[in-house]
């Protein structure tokens, strides 16, 4: 097989999969190593905007922020609420990922995974505790939002105003949150267990975090926005 056609043949498991690992595609995966293949990979990187991470036994497409064609738009994140989904509950779900992340990955030592799981039930309690103080303090989240050039003010509100009861209804708190959860699981990054009442990280997102998003300063910059407004903003 030419370079050319290895290289393609990479592109497409990588494209189809957002993923290639050793233990199924063995022959693959050693071909990423050979120099010309990695090289034609290289300029499908520049020109098609996404970068191809390596972790131990597996591969990762990753699109640069802002490509519209591979990555997440804000028109899918709302899409992700309801068609006719507002800007603000596209923010919400993001914000609640960044969260979600943050409460597994937030540790302060040299393997900042904090934990396996996380029940949906303690998801709603935090952001419960993290919007209230932030609707509390207003003066210290509207310092936030010109930092961060977020409306956090607002985001909190359509928090807020969501019913709180255990119910999986697009209205609901626990519905946002598992609306959130399966964005991410369709990614392959988490998996909703017992019944959509917990989350787990995968393989894929322990790698790319602890393997390629989390240096020094990103997780400083990630404490610095979680641990703001009082501390649980």
Do not use: H
């Amino acid at each position: 097989m030419s370079d050319i056609k290895t290289a393609l043949k990479i592109y497409r498991k990588l494209l189809d999969k957002g993923q290639l690992d050793r233990e199924t595609e063995g022959d693959l995966f050693l071909e990423f190593r050979n120099v010309e293949v990695r090289a034609i990979l290289a300029e499908f990187e520049e020109e098609l905007d996404f970068k191809v991470i390596e972790t131990a036994g597996s591969l990762y497409l990753l699109p640069n922020s802002g490509n519209g064609v591979l990555g997440f738009t804000t028109k899918d994140i709302r899409e992700a609420v309801a068609t006719d989904a507002r800007l603000v509950d596209g923010y919400l779900l993001s914000y609640i990922s960044m969260f979600i992340l943050y409460l597994f990955y937030g540790g302060r030592n040299r393997n900042p995974k904090q934990r396996e799981f996380l029940r949906i039930s303690k998801l709603v309690e935090e952001l419960d505790k993290r919007f209230s103080m932030a609707l509390a303090d207003q003066e210290e989240t509207k310092l936030m939002e010109e930092n961060y050039a977020l409306n956090f003010m607002r985001i909190a509100e359509l928090w807020e105003s969501k019913q709180d009861f255990e119910e999986r209804g697009r209205k609901t708190k626990t519905g946002t949150i598992l609306n959130t959860c399966r964005l991410l699981e369709r990614e392959n990054l988490l998996r909703l267990v017992d019944d959509d009442r917990e989350i787990r990280p995968t393989k894929k997102l322990d790698d790319l975090m602890l393997n390629y998003y989390l240096d020094d300063s990103r997780v400083e910059e990630i404490k610095g926005f979680f641990e703001g407004v009082g501390q649980d903003a």
